[in-house]
Every structure is written in C-alpha cells, then in structure tokens.
C-alpha cells in the first residue's frame, strides 16, 4: 500500500466532510493521509452538552488515529497546514512537505467576531472541547462567585447569562444553560437561589433558527420561554465589554457570555487562490472542486455551492457528510476513467434541539416540535455518534440527565481563579432592569 | 439549621478524610462549611487512568455540592486557606474569615521534589485531574512527535517513558503506560511501531511497593516485567533535565518523566502551629485532635500518628476515611458531653494494582497476586467509588478496554504543539544505551 505508483489522497481536517471522504476511499487501492490539529474528531452537534455539563470531552470526541487504527493506507498527521503549492501538488506544514495527487480540505470555520476579535476572550464561541471546557469552567465559577459574595454577606448578585445569536447553537446553549440554572443546581447553593439566574438569548435578526421555516421560528421561541430563556429578537449587539454586551445605548451586565453569533471560513480557503464569498467561503465548481485545479476538492463549512433551487448548500453535518462521500466517488471514477457526477445535497430534514424535551424539527412539508421532536433529535445523534462504547456513555449520561434533571459533568478543571469577568460590580447590578425581565416566561 | 447556637463544624478539604468526616456529620444538628481548591472530589486511587487514557475526568470525580445537594445544614465554599487564628477560632480565607467551633484540616499532600522544585515542569506527578491531563498530554503527544519524525524521514526516535517511584502510583503508572504502548496504540500508527517504547520505572530502594510484605514486591517486580516495564531498584535519581533522567554518571533520555516519589504534607499543617514530622505532617493525639487546640482535629495524609504496635498510621485513602469518621463521631461525643474516644486504624487489607490483569493484594497472612488480586482491586474500587452514574461509566469503560485493549479516552486537549520536553534530538538517542533494555522482559 505504501507503493509510491498507489495514489496518494490528502485530506485535510477530520470532521464531518474529510472524515466521511477518508472512510469511504480507505477500502479502496488508494493511501490516504490525514492532516488535523487535533488528534481527535469532536462530535460538534454534542458540543453544547459539554459547555453545559452534561457530558465529557471524552464522550463526544473520537481519536482520528484509533477510527483508522489497523488501516495501513492511512497515515494521520497532527499538525497545521501553512499553505499550498498548487502547481506542485504540494501541502506545506511546519517541518514538512506533502505531495498529493488529489487534495481534499475540509478545513471548517471558526468563529466570526465581525472585525472585532478583542471580543474573543470576553465572549467565548464553542467550535472545540477547549472552548466547551472553557464556557463550562465560566458558567460553574459564576454561580461559585456569587455564592462566595452572597455567602461573605454581600447579598445575591444578579446572574445573567448572555448568549449572542439564535442559529441551532445558540438555542441549544440558552435553552440547557437556563435548565441547570433552574434544576440541576436549583438545590446546590445555600446562600444564592440558581433559579434567579437569568438566561438571556440576543438574535440580530427578526427571529431564532432564521435557516428554519418561521412557524418552527415561533415554536421554538416558545420553547425557549418555557425553559425560562428571555428571547430578544432584533437585538443589534454593538460592543462586548468585560461582564456586559452592548446594544447600542443599552448595557446588559452579564457574568458569562457566549458568542454564537457567526462563523469565518477558515483561512485556508483564502490560500487556495479560488474566489470566496464574503465570510471567505471556496466558490466551488458543482463537483466541488476548484476553479483551475480539478484535482483539489473542498468540502463542507469552507465550500460555498449554490443548489439546483438556488439555496446554498447549508453548512450542516449531513451536509458535510454528503460532500465528502460524492468527492470520494468522483476521485474513485478519476481513477477508473469514468467521468464525474456533479454533486447534490439530499436534503433530509433537520433538527435543532433547545433543551430537555424541547426541540423542532422539518422534514419536508412536515414540521414537528416539542418532545417528539426532542426523541428524534435525541435518536439521530446517538445514531451518528462515532464509537459504539460513546454511544452507550452518552446514552447513559443522558437517561440519568432525564430522571434526575442532574448534569453529570459539572467539574471546573483547569484555572480555579475568579476572573474579572464575572466580576459583577453593585453598580453593574442596579443598572441591570434596563433590559426588562421578560414577562412570557415559565417558572 | 442556620441557628447562630448550632455547632458549626468547617472541614478544610474534601478527599477521603474531610469527606467521611462531612458525610458522617451531615445527619446530626450541626453547620458543616467545606472549603476546597476545587469543586470537585477527586478519586486519587483511579487518577492513573486519567492519566493513561482509560477513563475521562468526569468519571472519576464527583462535585462536591453535588454530592450534598439538597443538605441545607452544609455549605460548600470554592477557596484557598491562608491562615488560621486558633485562639479566636477563626480559619482566614482571601476575602473572609469563618468563625468555627470544631476545625477539622483533611488538606492532604502533594508532590515533594526533595527541595529541587525546579523537576517539577519537567516531571509532574499526580495529584490532581489537571496533573492527569498533563501527563495523557505528554505521553499521546510523544507518540505523534515520534511519528511526525519517522513520516518526514527523520528514522524513529527512541521513546523512554520514565517513572520516578515505584511505591503505588509509580507501579499502576509504568504497568498501564507500558500496556498502553504495546496493546492499545499498537495499532495506529504507521510511520513507528509503539511497542518499541521503553517504561522504566525507578526505585530508590531496594524493591518496589516498599510498603508491601517482600514476597508481593518480588511478585509486583515480576508481574511489572511480563507487562514489560524495565525495573530499576536501589536507582537514586540525582537530577532531572528537559528530556533526561540524571542518575549519577548516568544520563537516561525520557521523552515523558513522570514524577511518583516523594509527597509532602500540606503547608496548612505547620500554619497550625502544632509539632510536625520531617515531610510536614503534623503530630497529633491518639484521638486525632492537634496539641494545645483540642477543637482542631487534623486527619488523613495531613496526620502523623503511630498505632500501638509502633506503626505509623499508613497514607492510605481508608486510613482517612477511618480517620474522618472517628473525628466526626468525637465531636458528636464532645457535644452529647460524652468522653471522646481514642483513634484506632483497622487495616482491613490493602490492594495494589500493577496493570492488565496484574495486582498484589495483602490481608493480614493471605497474600494474592495476578489476576485474582486485580479482579479484587476493581470490585473494591468500583465499590468505593463516588455516585452510581460514575460506577456504571467506569465499568463499561473498564469492560471496553478489557476485550479490545483499547483506551477510550485518548484524547489530546490543551495546548497541542509539542514542547521542549519531547525533543529528543539525535544525541541523546545515541546516548540511550547508557541503561540497558532489560533482558528480563516479555513480548
């Protein structure tokens, strides 16, 4: 396998997309090297559950090395690309030069701060298991800060989590951070009460889940109420500062934020050469590799693809996993000799979960939500789960969730210092009702 | 329960000893305040997995809140001591003194480098969930510098894992990182072949688990070899470099040095003003309590008391829960007006485990090693362990790894480049045969 005449397929990133390609071109007489930063693919749609305690980083990650162990064409190297030479054939890393002779990049995106990335480390987004551990260890640490204050006599300390942006991440996030506030910890604290937390969804546009058709819009938002997440539509976050977003005149104190308000390419699509769309994006041709070099492929977050109806393709795991099995074809008829077959996403419903027993779902004409839409949601991803020994831990933490309403996963690791940007000061408390409690929502 | 005339009980720390002591008291009309560094009680006795992938952090250790949730006569406070003032009965933290009637200080011990604090970067030990991560860190990362190596043709680079210890920690240590390099990674990778890897494991003194009877040692020793672990007794190390263990003339090259030989009390002990022994621990009276302050009980690894039979009491997780248990039942006895009772340890035998199916157990004259010790070393242990969701976890983690050989939590987070200590450069591989490998081990 190791023949130098064997055609060689780099890969680079292991999620959805560059994992499906590498799994369906290793049977065949191909080697395969797989490039990624981490030594592990992250079950992203799961990522929420760890930034919220309920599962561990173990759990939803997968080591690229053990999925491909025992294949002999394939060789994983951790390690980042610093650029290409196209006309070569060549992926360039640190120490190192890759020839390939088809190029696939599944590079993903990153967060996007719209130009302001000062607003990083005070408002953290969740793409990794360190950003997951990082949201965690903030959201832990608040209600351990307010109960050191409440308990030295300082009084409760209003705690306000603030989430920016209402895509699936963003209603997922605020929908379970606000059942740990009002279950899982409710009984923890002797000197504050958790279920004063506020949990606070902000969405720039008219409505949460805008990709969603508006009725499952609405439903959602509902959901959100019921689980106690104030929702505010059109709410133009202009500035973060340390402990408060900005909405114009308006200064919401908040004890943690989180950013899930927009996502970048990554930076890779740039060093292709191939024109991108404005978040950065490779304009692909409609077999989904690139203008002027149809031996490199690029797939999932980072293409951009316009569909037969005019939609993009969306930036969605089975999207991503569609992408990455129709460019492993296309190189397998390359090397056959038989022409390629323009790739089209089979759109096979969706489902955003936003919290215990809540969720939507669209399948065509039929739209569901609630707890049946929750089952589904709850059913697909454990299906997808990578790893049968994850799927039964993940299985286990949630059925125990669902009984006890307790989050399994609640350690604060790494840092134990109080951070100043849960540094609430009384000031920052009094000016907190410029953003008026929300009167729709359950208790 | 917040009845200014209730006893108010404050345990510092909340391992074996201030956890037993709480869980005891818990159920009588006293306050109870628990302060730790962390949030969470650790299960030191299965550290060692985290350390060597087998198990995730959540699975072995519990919240403390969570574990009295509910208990509105504890409170839990996430800080550090500084200091104590015994005369007006007040523990001093950063930003607040705690008044108490009944101290008991369960604070434990860490790593002691034998006034060389400087090895400490260079070879962590384990101690707590972050030392654990550092360590899984430092030794899958070895394994990816070597196979970065080896793929862009720099030949593969000697992997030494080095233990420096060989009391408890350092044996499960070396017998799971060996069975780690020969069984689970043996797989995947392409470029090395990890069952090249040398464990060493380093005794000061004449023979491992020096606390266990002579028979088991030789057994341990042996068992140790099959699973291929290269056992140094009477190996006095003088110096730790980056990337090299300094034994006299003797210069072993180590890509990961991990640290098991020597732990210090806690500098909480001599802040109390009472005796102490050489490594700090402090010298209490036969019903645990300290010297000239007969309201402050110190227990655990932080005590120093020898059993009639001229014995110390051994540093062993059920020496403090004992400990923590007698304490709470003397205050109990001091408030009923009852003379207190003089601490007895109850040796009820003690396990140690070695790696795969290899233990050494003592109970009284019954001495067991191999399989049948281990088998009792995981029934105790998953016995023991905190939370029924964490029981169930680690047992199909447990059974996972047993049938496959594969260790489920191989994942790499934190910072991802490869630092100095794995730097093994081409003349410290030639200067590798300055130990040589062991003839005694198996395949």
Do not use: C
């Amino acid at each position: 396998m190791n023949d130098k005449n064997t055609p060689h397929i780099v890969i680079i990133g292991a999620g959805f997309g560059g994992l499906s390609a590498a799994l369906k071109l290793v049977h065949h007489p191909v080697r395969i090297t797989i490039i990624d930063r981490r030594n592990h693919h992250t079950f992203q749609p799961l990522l929420y559950q760890v930034a919220t305690a309920g599962l561990s980083p173990g759990e939803i990650a997968s080591p690229i090395r053990w999925i491909f162990r025992g294949r002999h064409n394939v060789e994983v190297v951790l390690g980042e690309v610093q650029d290409f030479d196209l006309d070569r054939r060549v992926v360039k890393l640190a120490n190192r030069e890759l020839p390939y002779d088809y190029l696939i990049v599944a590079a993903g995106a990153s967060h996007a701060y719209f130009g302001h990335d000062e607003w990083e480390p005070l408002a953290p987004g969740l793409k990794t298991i360190e950003d997951a551990l990082e949201i965690r260890r903030r959201v832990l640490l608040a209600f351990e800060l307010a109960e050191r204050r409440a308990a030295s006599g300082g009084g409760q300390v209003q705690l306000n989590f603030v989430v920016v942006g209402g895509g699936p991440t963003g209603v997922e996030l605020a929908g379970t951070l606000s059942g740990i506030a009002r279950r899982a910890l409710a009984d923890e604290f002797n000197s504050i009460d958790p279920k004063q937390t506020r949990t606070i969804l902000l969405e720039g546009g008219p409505r949460v889940l805008p990709a969603y058709p508006e009725d499952l819009s609405r439903s959602a938002e509902e959901q959100l109420r019921e689980l106690g997440v104030e929702v505010h539509t059109s709410a133009m976050v202009t500035g973060i500062e340390p402990a408060a977003v900005i909405m114009g005149k308006t200064r919401l104190p908040a004890a943690v934020i989180i950013w899930a308000a927009g996502v970048a390419a990554s930076p890779l699509g740039k060093k292709l050469g191939a024109p991108t769309d404005r978040s950065g994006r490779v304009l692909v041709n409609p077999d989904l590799s690139t203008p002027g070099h149809n031996h490199v492929f690029v797939i999932g977050d980072l293409a951009s693809l316009k569909q037969k109806n005019g939609q993009p393709v969306p930036g969605l795991a089975p999207a991503a996993i569609q992408e990455g099995k129709a460019t492993a074809r296309n190189i397998l008829r390359d090397l056959e000799g038989k022409p390629r077959k323009d790739f089209h996403y089979l759109d096979k419903g969706s489902l955003a979960t936003i919290g215990r027993a809540a969720a939507v779902g669209e399948f065509g004409k039929i739209h569901i939500s609630g707890f049946l839409a929750w089952v589904a949601w709850l059913s697909v991803h454990i299906f997808f789960l990578i790893g049968f020994r994850n799927r039964i831990l993940v299985l286990i933490q949630w059925a125990w969730s669902y009984f006890t309403h307790e989050q399994g996963a609640q350690l604060i690791t790494g840092d134990q210092t109080l951070p100043s940007w849960t540094e609430l000061t009384r000031e920052e408390q009094s000016s907190n009702k410029e953003i008026p409690a929300d009167h729709a929502q359950a208790s």
